[in-house]
């Protein structure tokens, strides 16, 4: 079975600063989807980014990056020029490549935002 | 406009009463699924659906069923709510190509006393 680990419970950055969100995860195949999600106090639920394993090119959303590393099962997400909206928890999320398959999250990292 | 709704959004109730929690959607998606969150723990499937006709177990099933009323409906049920199963449930829906991604409803802030 695959899973998603996200080692820090917690960050912290400030308005305008960079931030890198990690997340590592487990599995035996090579073709496959990872997501970052946003879950913001409103507690709505919120696509940030997607990337597709079979591509080498990391996936980038204006301010919103991921590091990418297939080899050591690595995907994290690097948030420039901070705001205070970006205060949120995140989630890692895996898919399999396979259309009949669902998402596999990872616990959540949260992140604070200071002026 | 609202393309994923919960109802309720929040809700109270006491041990051994039976609760049901509503999904509708207007995306026209296929796929619906009920995930769990608990502090700490993220988000867990309780249950899955890939056609009206396909029901699945998640990882989290045990004291909990759904119905598939429609492809727009997917509602989840405590027959005999407990403490333990106090938690942030969602609904969440998606399309029948491999890429994408889930679309999630508001949640629905269950507490069982």
């Known amino acids: 079975a695959q899973t998603v680990t996200q080692s820090q419970p917690e960050m912290s950055v400030q308005e305008a600063e960079t931030v890198t969100l990690s997340c590592t995860y487990d599995?035996?195949?090579?073709?496959?989807?990872l997501f970052w999600y946003k879950q913001p106090p409103s507690r709505q639920m919120i696509l940030v980014i997607r990337?597709?394993?079979?591509?080498?090119q990391n996936a980038t959303e204006n301010r919103f990056s991921v590091n990418f590393q297939k080899a050591a099962k690595s995907f994290s997400l690097k948030i420039s020029d901070s705001q205070l909206g970006d205060a949120a928890m995140y989630f890692c999320a895996y898919r399999r490549w396979s259309g009949y398959s669902t998402l596999t999250f990872g616990k959540g990292t949260m992140l604070l935002v200071s002026p | 406009d609202a393309d994923v709704t919960q109802t309720p959004r929040n809700r109270i109730t006491k041990t051994g009463k039976r609760i049901m929690l509503e999904c509708s959607q207007t995306k026209g998606h296929d796929r619906m699924y009920w995930y769990r969150q608990d502090p700490g723990l993220g988000l867990q499937l309780i249950y899955y659906?890939?056609?009206?006709?396909?029901?699945n177990k998640g990882e989290i099933s045990d004291g909990y069923s759904v119905s598939r009323q429609a492809q727009a409906k997917f509602s989840l049920s405590l027959e005999s709510a407990i403490p333990n199963q106090t938690a942030l449930y969602f609904c969440?829906?998606?399309?029948?190509?491999?890429?994408?991604?889930?679309?999630f409803g508001p949640g629905t802030r269950l507490t069982v006393l």
């Open positions: 969440a829906t998606s399309p029948g190509h491999s890429y994408n991604e889930q679309f």
């Open positions: 990337q597709e394993a079979y591509k080498q």
């Open positions: 599995t035996s195949e090579s073709d496959y989807y």
């Open positions: 659906s890939f056609d009206v006709k396909d029901i």
